[in-house]
C-alpha cells in the first residue's frame, strides 16, 4: 500500500492544504461551504462521505496522528474549539456525538482510517456508542473538556463525547480495534448495514486507492473476524 501516511501524501494535510485531490480522484463535487469552521489550528470539514446530513470532521492543521499528539499548550484552544463545534452542528442540525479512533503513530491499534488527527462529529442520539466500546476495555468516563487530548499520553484509544458533552474513554483498546469499528457500528445503527464507500460514490474497482482506505471509509475487506 502506498504511503496515505506521510504528511506529504496524507489526504487529510491535503485537503488542509486546499488541493482536495481525493475529491478529485473521487469525483465528489465539492461543497461550497465545505469548511464549516476554521482557525490557525483547526478545522470542521463536512466528511467527504457523510453518514448523515450534519456529519463533520474536526481536523487538526498540522499532520498529528490523533488528538492525544496535540501538545499541551494547545488543550485550551483546542477544547474551546470542540465546543464551538459541536455548538455550531448543534443549531444547523442536532446536538451532535463525537468520537475518534485514536490510533497512535506505528499501531494503529484503534481502527483509525488515515494517520492524520480527526474527531468525527455526527448529529445522531440514541446510539449505544459506550456499549460497543466496552468490547475494547475498562469505558472511563472523563470529563475533562480537552479530552482526548488531555487524559492520553501515548496510548492507543477510543474516544467517545455524546451530545451532553460527556466524554468516555477505553485506553489501550484490546483486542485490536477493527477498522472504523466505531463508525461502522454507527452505519448500522442508521440502518445503513453495508455502507461501502465505493458503492456509495460508484467508484470503478480499477480506482487508484488500491488499498481501499479513504478518509471516512468502509472496507469491505476489512470485516472483523
Ligand atoms: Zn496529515
Ligand atoms: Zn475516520
Not at 476554521?38 to 499532520?63: K, M, N
Not at 483509525?112 to 448529529?123: F, M, N
Not at 475533562?144 to 488531555?150: G, Q, V
Not at 466524554?167 to 477493527?178: A, D, E, F, T
Request: glycine share 8%; aromatic share 8%.
Amino acid at each position: 500500500m502506498t504511503g496515505l501516511n506521510s504528511t506529504r501524501r496524507c489526504v487529510l494535510c491535503n485537503e488542509v492544504s486546499g488541493q482536495h485531490a481525493l475529491s478529485t480522484l473521487l469525483s465528489i463535487p465539492l461543497p461550497v461551504h465545505r469548511v464549516l469552521i476554521e482557525d490557525e489550528d483547526f478545522l470542521v470539514l463536512r466528511d467527504i462521505c457523510p453518514l448523515i446530513p450534519g456529519h463533520y470532521l474536526l481536523i487538526s492543521r498540522e499532520h498529528l496522528c490523533s488528538f492525544g499528539d496535540l501538545p499541551a499548550t494547545k488543550h485550551k484552544t483546542f477544547s474551546q474549539f470542540k465546543l464551538y463545534a459541536a455548538d455550531m452542528i448543534g443549531r444547523r442540525f442536532a446536538r451532535p456525538i463525537l468520537f475518534e479512533h485514536g490510533s497512535r503513530i506505528g499501531s494503529m491499534a484503534a481502527g483509525a482510517c488515515v494517520e492524520h488527527a480527526h474527531i468525527h462529529l455526527i448529529p445522531v442520539s440514541g446510539a449505544p456508542v459506550t456499549l460497543w466500546m466496552e468490547e475494547f476495555g475498562d469505558v472511563k468516563t472523563c470529563t475533562d473538556p480537552a479530552a482526548p487530548s488531555s487524559v492520553v499520553s501515548s496510548e492507543d484509544y477510543l474516544f467517545y463525547e455524546d451530545d451532553q458533552g460527556v466524554g468516555s474513554i477505553v485506553l489501550n483498546p484490546s483486542p485490536r480495534v477493527p477498522h472504523q469499528f466505531i463508525r461502522r457500528q454507527m452505519g448500522q445503527h442508521l440502518d445503513i448495514p453495508d455502507w461501502n464507500w465505493k458503492t456509495v460514490f460508484r467508484l470503478p474497482d480499477s480506482a487508484p486507492l488500491s488499498s481501499g482506505r479513504g478518509p471516512d471509509s468502509g472496507n469491505e475487506n476489512d470485516r472483523r473476524s
